[in-house]
């Protein structure tokens, strides 16, 4: 960045003033809607937000962060989420299925030796 351009935060103003993205803009230029030139305060986790009223940004502490499944979206994590259900159940398809797979190589070894054995005693 140089002397001509500063930082400008970028946040969605549909989407409950979230920070999507920082900017770089011509020093002393007018903002649009969704900007601003305030940095959000170091130690906010989660996706500060930003109150247009009392020009600040928000978030949650780390303590609050870690309660979340901030892996899923931030929402309160008690029960897998459907994506993580999905997860195991299609894991668990594939375990039966490999188990199938071994069953059916024995059950078809076991008939090319009887096979085998059929051919030499007819000979």
């Known amino acids: 960045m140089n002397n001509d351009t500063v930082q400008a935060w970028v946040y969605d103003t549909t989407n409950k003033n979230k920070l999507v993205g920082v900017i770089n803009v011509p020093r002393g230029s007018q903002l649009l809607v969704g900007q601003t030139y305030i940095k959000p305060a170091d130690g906010l986790y989660g996706t500060p937000r930003f109150d247009e009223e009392q020009l600040r940004?928000?978030?949650m502490t780390k303590e609050e962060w870690q309660k979340t499944d901030y892996l899923n979206g931030g929402k309160e994590s008690i029960q897998p989420s459907?994506?993580?259900?999905?997860m195991?159940?299609?894991m668990k398809t594939n375990?039966?299925?490999q188990r199938q797979v071994?069953?059916?190589?024995?059950v078809n070894a076991t008939m090319m030796k009887?096979?085998?054995e059929l051919?030499?005693?007819t000979k």
Do not use: H, R, V
């Open 88 to 90: 195991a159940s299609l």
């Open 102 to 106: 071994k069953l059916q190589a024995t």
């Open 95 to 97: 375990a039966d299925l």
């Open 119 to 121: 051919k030499s005693e």
């Open 82 to 86: 459907p994506q993580q259900q999905m």
């Open 114 to 116: 009887s096979i085998a």
């Open 57 to 59: 940004w928000f978030g």
